[in-house]
């Protein structure tokens, strides 16, 4: 997709448990946040809600990693999430995207309200059943 073009105006957020500084960049060819591979694209949504999820889910990088939400900004096209937009929520109402640009981390979010352990632990629980049926799949 074009830059002119863009699907959403933002601003743009990434959760993690990596600790990262205000101009790096998020960039494709790394670990996924959600499964022990590397991923081909570098995924960021422009709801709060959904970058919560992402942080709280989020594997660890390390013991007793924090979660962290940033705000970022893409440097190149994106598109629509097809894990989420295709499968799960059609016309995107978790504004989630991808891209294989990278995104340059602009600041981050110093304090948000977590979901509650059990919201937290019912989603984890889901994921796993996800995971046991083969329906976890990420296309990357």
Not at 30 to 58: C, D, M, P, R, V
Not at 81 to 93: A, C, E, H, M, Q
Not at 102 to 120: G, N
Request: aromatic fraction near 8%; include cysteine; proline fraction near 6%.
């Amino acid at each position: 997709m074009d830059r002119n073009d863009v699907l959403d105006p933002g601003p743009f957020f990434h959760g993690t448990k990596a600790e990262l500084q205000v101009g790096d960049l998020l960039k494709s060819g790394h670990g996924s946040n959600f499964q022990k591979k590397k991923s081909n694209y570098i995924y960021f949504t422009a709801s709060l809600e959904a970058a919560k999820w992402g942080a709280e889910l989020a594997l660890p990088r390390c013991d007793g990693s924090k979660e962290r939400i940033y705000v970022v900004e893409p440097t190149g096209e994106f598109e629509n999430d097809p894990n989420l937009t295709d499968k799960r929520f059609p016309g995107n109402p978790t504004r989630s995207y991808r891209s294989k640009s990278p995104l340059r981390i602009v600041a981050e979010l110093s304090s948000w309200e977590r979901h509650s352990e059990e919201q937290i632990s019912t989603m984890l629980a889901s994921l796993a059943k996800l995971r046991e049926e083969g329906k976890a799949v990420i296309l990357d």
